[in-house]
T-cell receptor, first 112, second 114 residues
Framework: DGGITQSPKYLFRKEGQNVTLSCEQN?????MYWYRQDPGQGLRLIYY???????QKGDIAEGYSVSREKKESFPLTVTSAQKNPTAFYLC???????????FGQGTRLTVV | AQSVSQHNHHVILSEAASLELGCNYS??????LFWYVQYPGQHLQLLLK??????LVKGIKGFEAEFIKSKFSFNLRKPSVQWSDTAEYFC????????????FGTGTRLKVLA
C-alpha cells in the first residue's frame, strides 16, 4: 500500500527538549516537504528537499532541522529553539516540482 | 510576497445546496493551481488541479473549479453538496509554476447539515 507514513500520530514533549518526527514514503517521489498547520493559518512550509542530501529552508525554518539521507525518509527535528512548537505537522511528497503533493496523516506535537 | 486568500473561513449549508468557495492569489506569472480537502480525521487529499488548457477543471466527487486568469481566481464549485462533503478545503498555488514553491490558503471549513 503506497503512501506517506508519519509517526507518531501524537507526541508530547517537555519544554526544552528536542524531538524528531518521522516521515517515510514509498512512492518513489524525489521531493519531500514539511508543513506546519495552525488553526486559521493554513499550511506553512518549514523545509523541503528536492533530492537526497539536499534540502532548502521554507518560510518558517527557524527552530527546525531536517536531513535527507535516503530518498524514502525526511525526518524533522523540532529543537528547543523553536518558540512555539505545539502544532500539527504535515509531511508531503511530490514526484517533481510543480505537481500535486501527497500528504501523510500528520503528527500532533504538544509541548508542555 | 505571494499570497493565497480564501475569504470564506466557515461555511454552513444544507444538503442539496450549491457550493462556491473563493480562492484568489497574488502572483502575476504562470501558476499551477490545486484544491485539497481534509475530511475529519483523514489526511489532505487532492480534489482537483489546473496546470494549463481548459480553465474549467473537474475533480473527484462532483467538484469543479474555474481558473479566471484576469481575476487571479480559482473558485471551487459543487452544484449539490452532501453531508459527506463536510470537511476543510484548502486552495494552493504553485508559483512560479514548476518550482517547489507552494502557497496554501488558510482553509475553509464546510459543514453540511443533513
Amino acid at each position: 500500500d503506497g503512501g506517506i507514513t508519519q509517526s507518531p500520530k501524537y507526541l508530547f514533549r517537555k519544554e526544552g527538549q528536542n524531538v524528531t518526527l518521522s516521515c517515510e514514503q514509498n512512492l518513489n517521489h524525489d521531493a519531500m516537504y514539511w508543513y506546519r498547520q495552525d488553526p486559521g493559518q493554513g499550511l506553512r512550509l518549514i523545509y523541503y528537499s528536492q533530492i537526497v542530501n539536499d534540502f532548502q529552508k521554507g518560510d518558517i525554518a527557524e527552530g527546525y532541522s531536517v536531513s535527507r539521507e535516503k530518498k524514502e525518509s525526511f525526518p524533522l527535528t523540532v529543537t528547543s529553539a523553536q518558540k512555539n512548537p505545539t502544532a500539527f505537522y504535515l509531511c508531503a511528497s511530490s514526484p517533481r516540482a510543480g505537481t500535486e503533493a501527497f500528504f501523510g496523516q500528520g503528527t500532533r506535537l504538544t509541548v508542555v | 510576497a505571494q499570497s493565497v486568500s480564501q475569504h470564506n473561513h466557515h461555511v454552513i449549508l444544507s444538503e442539496a445546496a450549491s457550493l462556491e468557495l473563493g480562492c484568489n492569489y497574488s502572483y502575476g506569472g504562470t501558476v499551477n493551481l490545486f484544491w485539497y480537502v481534509q475530511y475529519p480525521g483523514q489526511h489532505l487529499q487532492l480534489l482537483l488541479k489546473y496546470f494549463s488548457g481548459d480553465p474549467l477543471v473537474k475533480g473527484i466527487k462532483g467538484f469543479e473549479a474555474e481558473f479566471i486568469k484576469s481575476k487571479f481566481s480559482f473558485n471551487l464549485r459543487k452544484p449539490s453538496v452532501q453531508w459527506s462533503d463536510t470537511a476543510e478545503y484548502f486552495c494552493a498555488v504553485n508559483a512560479p509554476s514548476g518550482t517547489y514553491k507552494y502557497i496554501f490558503g488558510t482553509g475553509t471549513r464546510l459543514k453540511v447539515l443533513a
